[in-house]
């Protein structure tokens, strides 16, 4: 949803100048199939083959989740299990939209900056706003839960900087990126990033196995195609 909120922010609202529509709806679709296929790479793999080759089994996984790690795989749900684990899903699907939404709009605040004072000037408060805003979010979050988790800031510290670190040098690319691309191009293919995060899980953490990987790695074509028609649509051919 990030790629299509970030679209109509630079089409509709900015006016970013599309010179081939036919070409950026054929990106606009060739990244949301790249997208999803990454995504439901494992879920799609296993159409094909029923003996649960590349990965866990949908049953196994609402198993897992009920506490009986996968022994009675065979065993349906309840339907109260059944109605937990819908409701869990679509939870994670209003949040993932959620996602989408915020994450296409980060950077929409940079377009009504001057542009004498935009660029690599606006990085500061960029980080000032996700440095205080975040404890907000977290305080919120445990207010909401009735409970502080451990943090573990001796095991999890480091890892915590160094992701923050890799998330706001993505950031300054994309603010050097978006006025030379405008917002329309520029961020929906900053989600090829998904396919990085992908190859993660496929040669590291061995997370996408089996008949998913070839799922993947197709979905991934249409993902960087995507992205290169979408640049391309801008463009006097």
């Known amino acids: 949803s990030a790629i299509l909120v970030a679209f109509i ?61 996968g022994a009675n795989e065979g065993t349906p749900l309840s339907s109260e299990e059944g109605n937990k684990v819908l409701s869990r899903w679509l939870t994670g699907v209003a949040f993932a939209l959620c996602v989408g939404l915020a994450g296409g709009s980060t950077l929409v605040p940079l377009n009504y900056v001057p542009s004498n004072l935009g660029g690599l000037a606006f990085v500061p408060a960029f980080g000032c706003g996700a440095m205080f805003f975040s404890p907000i979010i977290a305080l919120a979050w445990f207010s909401y839960q009735g409970t502080v988790p451990a943090l573990h ?35 929906p293919m900053l989600q090829c990033a998904l396919f990085v995060a992908g190859l993660w899980g496929v040669f590291v953490f061995h997370e996408i196995q089996g008949l998913a990987i070839g799922v993947f790695f197709i979905a991934g074509a249409c993902l960087i195609t995507g992205a290169v028609c979408l640049a391309l649509s801008e463009i006097h051919l």
């Open 9 to 69: 922010w630079g089409v509709a609202v900015f006016g970013n100048p599309i010179i081939n529509p036919g070409l950026a709806a054929a990106a606009i679709i060739l990244l949301l199939t790249g997208v999803c296929g990454i995504a439901f790479c494992d879920t799609i793999a296993q159409r094909f083959v029923k003996n649960g080759a590349t990965g866990q089994t949908y049953q196994n996984m609402l198993n897992m989740e009920n506490g009986d790690g």
């Open 153 to 187: 800031l001796k095991q999890t510290l480091w890892a915590g900087i160094l992701s923050g670190v890799l998330w706001n040098l993505s950031n300054v690319c994309a603010i050097i990126a978006i006025p030379a691309l405008s917002y329309s191009v520029a961020y």
